[in-house]
């Protein structure tokens, strides 16, 4: 048995203080992040049954001081678990080197729960593809959801989002980790879809066909059923945590011959469209986010809708939502909503000169 008296306190949603404390349990050092409802610093955890060879199972007894707790890591890798149990929130990793990149997890855990409206059932089929650990595809034009809707679904499912924006110069090394030099001897820190795999946190790769082919191969073995990450560099296979979930999301509208998903990796994922929502759907989205009027709120998703008509005429991509939501922020400021309009949606959209009169016209037309 080893006990930890509770520190460091820090308020946290919902009238939680969460503590960190380094403790001994007679196998190696690790470090217990508790977030107990309404407890005060000084309280006394004992944690007892360290069974090193599961997850988190369930709190034993009751009462002040007495809320012991059976643990189990696994045994080939303690590092980690990050896992609500009966309310509680229970971070466990051990002290090595890497306890600093697993800290912070704890800063992607989203507290506050995200604003969003569901256009189908995105979330149904999220859920049901989570208990089934089966990775998601997101697919759909800028800014129409794909982030905020994996924002949700980590507050719904209360595990940290580790986001990657993916690029044209992104390693696999940058995905899985690399050996950095400190002091005289080199130190294997990992990278973020390393980190989410250990902790069972979810690892969201945003505009996956970015990233170079050599580079997205590597996520093969996580999203299939061995769910398994290979790291050449230690000449080991790491499994998935319960708990990971990965999840990836691209642009129809910018495929190319060049950049586009492969069948091998697309054949792996549950997919989910998204597109623009429906206008009164619209409507209230760029209500709620820019805290303006429904009425002006209605005349900017007009200007979007009508922007989107433009893809025959040269214009790549019609106003997003995003873009309607600038706009009106930019109004709610005092900033007349004709330049706001153009300032906020058309100067983003093109640089073309006539498609910039086409939408002044536009604009002009409405407001």
Known sequence: ???????NPKIIGGGEILFFKRISCGYSPVMACFSMPGRCKGTRLDLIDLDFSGKPEQILGKGLGKYG??????????????????????????????????????????????????????????LAANEHKLPLLLKGPTGCGKTRF?????????????????????????????????????????????????AGAICYLDEIV??????????????????????????????????????????????????DLKPSTRQRFVSLPFGYPEKELEIKIVAEEAGVKASLASQLVILG?????????????????RLLIQ??????????IIEACRAGITESLTDDPELLAALDEMVLSIF
């Open 150 to 198: 994996m924002q949700y679904l980590a507050w719904r499912l209360k595990r940290p989002l580790i986001t990657v924006a993916c690029h044209d110069d992104l390693s696999t090394s940058d995905l899985i980790g690399r050996y950095l030099i400190k002091g005289n001897e080199a130190v294997w820190v990992d990278g973020p879809l390393t980190m989410a795999v250990k």
């Open 69 to 126: 707790k059976k643990v189990r890591v696994s045994q080939e890798d303690p590092l980690c678990f990050l896992q609500r149990i009966n309310g509680f929130t229970l971070i466990l990793w051990n002290g090595n080197p890497m306890t600093k990149d697993l800290k912070k997890l704890a800063g992607h855990l989203i507290e506050d729960e995200p604003f969003y409206l569901e256009q189908k059932n995105e979330l149904e089929v999220a």
């Open 327 to 336: 706009a009106a922020l930019l109004s709610k400021k005092g900033i007349g």
């Open 1 to 7: 048995m080893c006990s930890v008296y509770l520190c």
């Open 210 to 259: 970015e990233a170079r082919k050599d580079t997205t191969v590597v996520i093969h073995p996580l999203a299939d059923d061995r769910r398994l990450l290979p790291i050449e560099k230690l000449g080991v296979f790491y499994p998935a945590a319960d708990d990971f979930m990965l999840a990836v999301s691209y642009n129809p509208g910018y495929q190319s011959v060049l950049k």
């Open 305 to 321: 809708r009508m922007t989107r008509g433009l893809k025959e005429s040269g214009l790549p991509e019609g106003a997003s939502t």
